[in-house]
């Protein structure tokens, strides 16, 4: 896939700037997840702080985990291919630095304003309108940059990597606008279930239509480069991209099938969350199917390891999303951790072990250097395996506790009791997820920055 002509030429500077970026807003945003999760062991730990307290801290999580760590993440790993998929250079990389310099300004922004109970209140969607105008002023940068790479290219076929990144940019540049109500500056929100509707079609789509289709337009550049062989299948690849588009888009109205949205619309949203199998399995096959007989090869690079790693926790992630869109199964998983395990499976365990994954698989490629330390690479894919699935299992049991006793009528604050040790547990498994975040800081800096020789 590479060109080492054209590779000669790219100075990866806008790659570089997002690799720090990742990593950085990493440490920060497992410090609020930490942090959150500690309070609901001990409430009254930040003795009424307001920048502090849970309501403030958890949208601070949520939004540095998509915004701050793992979309720079894919980003950058994309800012490293598609020159080389595409046979010429970034648009402009001084464009690319201005980009990542307004991301960071617009990631403090928003910790600022958050930490100081400035939010609407709507879920995924907290940011103030400001910052809202921040969010979208950056994607239409990266947009332009590289749609203009594209536009430039020298080599005619569009490989698949390249429609899945172009197409996240784009549609999530719209998909923000529009569930964020941007054009409502003084709520950010419409009124009643229209509000709701709107809110929940972003809040699925930032990962669908963001997330998802930057990890796997990594995946299907790093497995294959990293065994040296060829995609299985294009046209499977391009049949998941499709699919993808149009299956994905209707599903949010799932997270509302107890209120009085028009039944028509909550029939799509649960009929296109079955239909998720489709492009899920497609993906999964094909890129199962090119990594077939080369397990040695992937287990050997770190980067390969963490990608495919994700590529398995995408197939449990989805499949749990299909089923939890069954009304009878919501009777018991809807409103409890059993959705919030869900949540870390999807986000931490598919897009940021992905998005991980790229990082380690780029960085010796910009650099022309070994990893500073493969063993603290090593360690990280270890602290975030072991969490991902510690969460899986501690917050898929506190659910099916939660659901099924409030489905047999059990008052909340008499589960409490109940759930208090499995609350110390993920708090337990969030200190390795901090910790792995502080090794993988400290290795990628070192990494890209250091010019001595790297450790084994």
């Known amino acids: 896939m590479d060109s080492s002509a054209t590779s000669a030429t790219l100075t990866n500077r806008t790659a570089r700037a997002f690799c720090l970026t990742s990593a950085g807003w990493m440490v920060m945003a497992?410090?609020?997840?930490?942090?959150?999760?500690?309070?609901?062991?001990?409430?009254?730990?930040?003795?009424?702080?307001?920048?502090?307290?849970?309501?403030?801290?958890?949208?601070?999580?949520?939004?540095?985990?998509?915004?701050?760590?793992?979309?720079?993440?894919?980003?950058?790993?994309?800012?490293?291919?598609?020159?080389?998929?595409?046979?010429?250079?970034?648009?402009?990389?001084?464009l690319g630095l201005i980009t990542v310099w307004l991301w960071n300004i617009t990631l403090l922004a928003a910790v600022i304003s958050?930490?100081?109970?400035?939010?609407q209140g709507r879920e995924y969607a907290e940011l103030i309108w400001p910052v809202d105008l921040l969010v979208v002023a950056c994607f239409g940068l990266v947009c332009y940059n590289l749609f203009m790479t594209v536009k430039r290219?020298?080599?005619?076929?569009?490989?698949?990597?390249?429609?899945?990144?172009?197409?996240?940019?784009?549609?999530?540049s719209v998909t923000y606008c529009i569930g964020n109500v941007i054009w409502q500056p003084n709520s950010g929100a419409l009124v009643g279930i229209p509000d709701a509707i709107i809110l929940w079609f972003y809040g699925h789509n930032i990962f669908g239509l963001l997330l998802t289709p930057l990890a796997i337009a990594v995946a299907y550049y790093v497995i294959p480069t990293a065994i040296?062989?060829?995609?299985?299948?294009?046209?499977?690849?391009?049949?998941?991209?499709?699919?993808?588009?149009?299956?994905?888009t209707h599903i949010g109205t799932h997270h509302l099938l107890q209120v009085p949205v028009p039944t028509w619309l909550k029939v799509i949203a649960i009929v296109d969350s079955i239909a998720m199998v489709i492009p899920v399995m497609v993906f999964l096959i094909n890129i199962w199917y090119t990594a077939k007989g080369k397990l040695g090869e992937i287990h050997a690079d770190i980067g390969a390891k963490f990608v495919f790693t994700g590529t398995i926790m995408y197939f449990f992630v989805s499949i749990q999303g299909s089923i939890m869109a069954l009304p009878q199964v919501q009777r018991v998983t809807h409103f409890n951790n059993w959705v919030v395990g869900h949540a870390h499976i999807g986000v931490l365990g598919f897009a940021?072990?992905?998005?991980?994954?790229?990082?380690?698989f780029i960085i010796p490629r910009i650099t022309g250097r070994p990893l500073y330390s493969r063993f603290l690479a090593d360690l990280q894919y270890w602290l975030v395996l072991i969490g991902v699935v510690g969460f899986t299992v501690v917050l898929t049991t506190v659910g099916l506790i939660q659901g099924n006793a409030w489905l047999n009528g059990e008052t909340v604050y008499r589960v409490l009791p109940e759930i208090h040790l499995y609350y110390v547990l993920r708090a337990s498994l969030g200190f390795l997820i901090f910790s792995s975040a502080i090794i993988g800081f400290y290795n990628i800096i070192r990494s890209l920055l250091s010019q001595s020789g790297a450790k084994a």
């Not at 609020?32 to 958890?58: C, K, Q, Y």
């Not at 939004?63 to 020159?83: C, I, R």
């Not at 940021?352 to 380690?360: D, K, N, R, S």
Request: charged share 10%.
């Open 228 to 248: 040296r062989s060829p995609l299985y299948s294009h046209t499977l690849s391009l049949i998941g991209f499709w699919s993808l588009l149009v299956v994905y």
């Open 153 to 172: 290219r020298r080599e005619p076929l569009l490989y698949v990597s390249v429609w899945y990144v172009c197409a996240a940019v784009i549609l999530t």
């Open 114 to 119: 958050l930490a100081s109970g400035f939010s």
């Open 30 to 94: 497992t410090l609020m997840g930490l942090a959150g999760a500690t309070e609901l062991i001990a409430p009254d730990l930040s003795h009424n702080i307001g920048w502090l307290v849970f309501g403030r801290v958890r949208p601070i999580h949520v939004n540095l985990v998509l915004f701050g760590f793992v979309t720079p993440g894919l980003l950058a790993s994309a800012f490293y291919f598609l020159p080389r998929l595409l046979q010429t250079e970034i648009y402009s990389e001084r």
């Open 352 to 360: 940021a072990m992905i998005a991980l994954g790229g990082l380690y």
